[in-house]
């Protein structure tokens, strides 16, 4: 059964780091765009992240840039999201999704209509 099971969210200070991880089980991500997402309370789902498995192409939310960084590890057939300078407003559910990749640019891969498939979740607070 494909699935994609988040891990590594917690309790952090601000300024501090976690990094987050997504593994795939059931299916590769080979031919995949992975894309880390978060849903703050009372907020819409916002696109933070993605990565394609083929080229390495990245892009990032303009809230996260400079201060996440994807990447992903084939062999692991898991993808890792680096959140550095946390911020209290970092604080949400963070989320990762695989969908197919098409020729669209990044502005596609931010949005949830891009992907098919989600994990559970890992929850990320931000406080002192």
């Known amino acids: 059964q494909a699935q994609l099971v988040e891990s590594g969210g917690g309790l952090v200070q601000p300024g501090g780091s976690l990094i987050l991880s997504c593994a795939a089980s059931?299916?590769?991500?080979?031919?995949?765009?992975i894309g880390w997402f978060r849903q703050a309370p009372g907020k819409e789902l916002e696109g933070v992240s993605y990565?394609?498995?083929?080229?390495?192409?990245?892009g990032y939310a303009d809230s996260v840039k400079g201060r996440f960084t994807i990447s992903m590890d084939n062999a692991k057939n898991t993808v890792y999201l680096q959140m550095n300078s946390l911020k209290y407003e970092d604080k949400a559910v963070y989320y990762c999704?695989?969908?197919?990749?098409?020729?669209?640019?990044?502005?596609?891969?931010?949005?949830?209509?891009?992907?098919?498939?989600w994990g559970q979740g890992t929850q990320v607070t931000v406080s002192s």
């Open positions: 059931g299916f590769t991500l080979d031919y995949y765009a």
């Open positions: 999704a695989a969908g197919p990749l098409l020729a669209y640019g990044s502005e596609y891969y931010l949005k949830k209509s891009a992907y098919g498939s």
């Open positions: 990565i394609s498995s083929t080229d390495g192409r990245t």
